[in-house]
């Protein structure tokens, strides 16, 4: 079993960033994030086990970084947009997909919103 646990959501005009972060309580081989906007499905933002892959929304603007020693992942956004507002789910399993169905560990999710 292992634990995660988000951080760093909150409100942030349009162009500008912010700063997500999980502590997991174990090591375990890929880690992620999904989106999921109001009324809507969790989609990759992205995820990270060797090398970063991102989904499309979040490709150019966002960036992943894990620090395998501390157990964190963390998820720099930049020029969020309205369309990034939703909660953001810290995500882990001993394999890395694309599909949120997939994935067996999960946070309670961070609340982001964009808006003017």
């Known amino acids: 079993q292992v634990l995660l646990q988000e951080s760093g959501g909150g409100s942030v005009q349009p162009g500008g960033s912010l700063r997500l972060s999980c502590a997991a309580s174990g090591y375990i081989y890929c880690m992620g994030w999904f989106h999921q906007s109001p009324g809507g499905d969790r989609t990759l933002v992205a995820r990270?086990?060797?090398?970063?892959v991102y989904g499309d929304d979040a490709r150019g603007r966002f960036t992943i970084t894990r620090d395998k020693a501390k157990n964190t992942l963390h998820l720099q956004m930049d020029n969020l947009t309205p369309e990034d507002t939703g909660v953001y789910y810290c995500?882990?399993?001993?394999?890395?997909?694309?599909?949120?169905?997939?994935?067996?560990?999960w946070g309670q999710g961070t609340q982001v919103t964009v808006s003017s």
């Open positions: 995500t882990a399993a001993p394999s890395c997909y694309d599909s949120a169905h997939l994935w067996t560990y």
């Open positions: 990270l086990a060797e090398i970063p």
